[in-house]
């Protein structure tokens, strides 16, 4: 079942949560690294939630079910993985942060359904990226893809279930 898991994982985040919190009100920002280990461990636990399948997120290159472009499939199927990136739909600190918020207001089941809402991993080329982070990468959107252009041509939307 491996060492990261919700039910381990959901009490780190508290834990990371209050620090970060704690940071805050103290003067420190979320820049000068107060969200970090929020933000780290909410993304551990967003694939466990929303891609229970893959130990690593690297392995979602090789997973047929991976959200992509068309960009990104070209490159896949001439093997050109490096230059295929994983991009968080929604962008990670905004995510976090929300997560955090939800926390407060209903407990550690409102993280999980706010990963499963919104957490997200799409396979874009170097170029899509790029672009999208150019446009937008610090706000939650749900069009955000969208607002680039970019469309998803294959692959399913998480959550994936645990067992295919």
Same mark, same amino acid.
Not at 49 to 58: A, G, I, Q, R
Not at 76 to 83: I, P, Q, T
Not at 134 to 157: F, H, P, T, W
């Given at each position: 079942?491996?060492k990261? &898991?919700? =039910?381990?994982?959901?009490?780190?985040?508290e834990?990371a949560?209050?620090?970060?919190n704690d940071?805050?009100?103290?003067?420190?920002?979320?820049?000068?690294?107060?969200?970090?280990s929020?933000?780290?461990?909410i =993304?551990?636990?967003?694939? &466990?939630?929303?891609y229970?399948?893959l130990?690593?997120?690297?392995?979602?290159k090789?997973?047929?079910?991976?959200?992509?472009?068309?960009?990104?499939d070209?490159?896949?199927r001439k093997?050109?993985?490096a230059? @295929?990136?994983?991009?968080? @739909?929604?962008?990670?600190?905004?995510?976090?942060r929300l997560?955090? =918020?939800q926390?407060k207001?209903?407990?550690?089941?409102?993280?999980?359904?706010?990963?499963l809402?919104?957490y997200?991993?799409?396979?874009l080329?170097?170029f899509?990226?790029?672009?999208?982070?150019? @446009?937008? &990468?610090?706000?939650?959107?749900? =069009?955000?893809?969208?607002?680039?252009?970019?469309e998803i @041509?294959?692959?399913?939307?998480?959550?994936?279930?645990?067992?295919?």
């Amino acid at each position: 079942m491996g060492k990261y &898991r919700a =039910d381990n994982l959901l009490p780190m985040f508290e834990m990371a949560a209050a620090l970060r919190n704690d940071m805050l009100k103290a003067g420190f920002t979320d820049n000068g690294g107060a969200i970090h280990s929020a933000e780290r461990i909410i =993304d551990i636990l967003g694939q &466990r939630v929303c891609y229970p399948l893959l130990t690593h997120s690297n392995n979602l290159k090789r997973h047929p079910n991976a959200e992509r472009t068309q960009a990104a499939d070209d490159l896949l199927r001439k093997g050109e993985n490096a230059s @295929v990136k994983i991009e968080h @739909v929604s962008p990670q600190r905004a995510l976090t942060r929300l997560a955090i =918020d939800q926390l407060k207001k209903g407990g550690p089941e409102a993280v999980i359904q706010t990963l499963l809402d919104n957490y997200r991993l799409v396979l874009l080329s170097s170029f899509e990226m790029a672009e999208l982070n150019r @446009v937008n &990468r610090s706000e939650l959107q749900a =069009d955000r893809l969208q607002k680039c252009g970019l469309e998803i @041509v294959a692959g399913v939307r998480p959550p994936w279930p645990a067992g295919g």
